[in-house]
């Protein structure tokens, strides 16, 4: 299998090698990623390009790309969804169908539906007929790049694997598709460890009880509640003649353990869900744990999740230089950087979650909740990770998706979530709600079936649109 137009890029890339070169990549874990790979890529091949971060390619942003000063502009981990915005400035430049000027794309998102010039290389796994959202990401799009370059490229498939992680593309459980084709290079080349795991969070950093009471795709008499969960535990080790610690983490229990735990804790949520989502309830529990070989165990870089929440801890805020130099390598000072900006992440979340609970009238609406909140209170950058963890509180519905709404400087910023089980048992697409409202009312959004956002200009008449298109 190879991507269609990569061996095209490659020798655009190669045409290119003395030429001006201009590289835009996206500003998440994914495009952080894809731009380390792109970095030492072009480090290994000799040649110099300048590189930027990029939020959004729109209308207005678009203005900012000095299209004429560069013969080879490539965008990763973003592009693919705008060609035709692409296709209207080249054509103002009077570049469109140049020799000398390029456009390389290494993206994942859903192409918009164009005829695409010559001069514009759009690689998109969508071209092949491979599922973008769950088979391969921006820096896998960016790895194929690199190792079609050269075969010996492949100690860079760890990012690749992160930057999936971070897109959450291993929502299933486990990555599959090429994915586990870029999985089985970085394997090869030492730097990832893959196994059989329970799907809790925090496993290097958290005590295990801690894990279990962050796991929100169930909602059962654990949630919220330490001494159940240590009950729950000690139970588990009378029962099969255990010692599994409470406050040890989850990395340190057994496999056998972790085996007998997943199918306790599978028991005891088949009894709080639907009949006909029980048969989506393992593959909530029950997954594949990816962690970096060369990090230390207990560090929150270990374990590929823990990490992506760390680059979210920047990213999140703006700050991409932290994560960039953690990923080359740079750690001392960068390592304290990002330290405290976990810290103050983490503390974020939690005050916002906790002014929700205080505050915030979550409404209840026929297949969706939503609810409202000051911009003053929560930082845009982070209303689709509390969004999601507010499936902790009791007056949200576990069983219904939510949207989270802010004011913003040209309108509202939209967040909408939905628990992994709910996605699965009830195939809910929010990024096809959330962008058919959102262009109802002049705005854009779109994302993840389970994961999504918006900006809209005006919210009258918004949520109406979201709960047509659910029902
Ligand atoms: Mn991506």
Request: proline letters at 3%.
């Amino acid at each position: 299998m190879e991507l269609l137009n990569l061996r095209k890029a490659v020798k655009t890339l190669r045409k290119n090698k003395n030429s001006n070169i201009l590289i835009y990549t996206h500003i998440d874990t994914d495009g952080i990623n894809s731009r380390v790979i792109l970095e030492e890529l072009f480090n290994r091949l000799n040649i110099n390009g300048e590189f930027r971060f990029l939020k959004q390619l729109t209308v207005n942003s678009i203005e900012d790309i000095p299209f004429k000063d560069y013969e080879l502009i490539i965008f990763a981990d973003l592009g693919s969804g705008q060609i035709n915005l692409l296709k209207e400035k080249m054509k103002e430049y009077n570049i469109l169908n140049s020799k000398n000027h390029n456009v390389i794309i290494l993206d994942h998102h859903i192409p918009s539906k164009e005829k695409v010039p010559e001069n514009i290389i759009n690689v998109n796994p969508w071209n092949n007929n491979i599922d973008g959202g769950k088979e391969i990401c921006g820096a896998g799009v960016s790895y194929l790049f690199a190792r079609m370059c050269n075969p010996r490229n492949i100690d860079l498939a760890k990012y690749a694997i992160l930057g999936a992680v971070g897109d959450i593309q291993n929502l299933e459980g486990s990555l599959e598709g090429i994915n586990k084709m870029i999985l089985k290079d970085a394997k090869d080349a030492g730097d990832i460890l893959a196994f059989p795991d329970l799907q809790f969070y925090g496993k290097h950093t958290k005590p295990l009880f801690a894990s279990i009471k962050y796991f929100t795709d169930v909602r059962t008499d654990l949630m919220n509640n330490d001494s159940r969960i240590i009950n729950f535990i000690n139970n588990i080790n009378k029962k099969y003649d255990l010692e599994i610690v409470p406050k040890e983490c989850l990395h340190e229990l057994s496999f056998n353990e972790k085996r007998i735990l997943g199918s306790e804790f599978l028991s005891k949520c088949n009894r709080y869900v639907p009949i006909n989502w029980t048969k989506f309830l393992p593959k909530v529990i029950f997954g594949e744990s990816y962690e970096f070989k060369g990090e230390g165990i207990k560090t929150p870089f270990r374990n590929l999740e823990e990490f992506s929440t760390c680059i979210n801890a920047c990213s999140r805020y703006e700050d991409y230089e932290t994560p960039l130099n953690i990923l080359r390598g740079n750690r001392d000072k960068y390592y304290d950087r990002m330290m405290s900006r976990l810290r103050a992440h983490k503390r974020n979340i939690s005050k916002a979650l906790q002014y929700i609970r205080d505050n915030v009238e979550i409404v209840q609406r026929d297949r969706f909740q939503y609810f409202e909140m000051d911009n003053k209170i929560i930082n845009g950058g982070i209303l689709g990770i509390v969004a999601g963890m507010c499936y902790s509180i009791e007056e949200v519905d576990w069983k219904k998706p939510i949207f989270a709404i802010t004011e913003n400087d040209s309108g509202y910023k939209v967040s909408a979530r939905c628990p992994k089980l709910l996605s699965f048992a009830e195939d809910i697409n929010l990024a096809d709600a959330i962008s058919y409202a959102s262009s109802k009312v002049g705005g854009s959004g779109g994302g993840h079936k389970f994961a999504c956002g918006a900006f809209i200009p005006d919210k009258k008449g918004f949520i109406d649109y979201i709960g047509n298109r659910l029902k």
